[in-house]
């Protein structure tokens, strides 16, 4: 299992950065540019990954205040699954990280990595600039 992740601390309450985080219309925000197509619901949300592939996504487990799981929801090359998980980090602070968890074989690896640690690190950013 390959694991990819980063996480930043937000000065907003845990409350706001779940509410914001499980309501995947607001994920359009985090995205870098060479997402589009984009369409969404609260649950779920497709795009288009530019000189890739069209991915679909949907919230398969909702802990509230504590994590959100997203998994595709059409064939994807390999298993795959996005954790955003937030805890309290101190007085109306929150601390939240965002995991991919892959199942990638070595070509895979080498291949996908790079490009999925970019993701991570474009939205952990993003989510602490739209947020504050």
Known sequence: MT????????HKPIGD???FLSDLNNHEQLMPDNIYNWSSTTDEA???????TKLALRISQRVENKELVCV???DVPFEISLHWKVEEAGEGQTKASFV???QLNM???MMASGPLQKLVDHQVA?????LG
């Open 46 to 52: 497709q795009f288009t990954i530019k000189n890739m």
């Open 100 to 102: 991919i968890e892959a």
């Open 126 to 130: 993003r989510l602490k600039e739209v």
């Open 107 to 109: 070509m895979m690896k």
């Open 17 to 19: 950065v779940y509410t």
């Open 3 to 10: 694991i990819i992740q980063n996480s930043t601390v937000i």
């Open 72 to 74: 595709p929801s059409n």
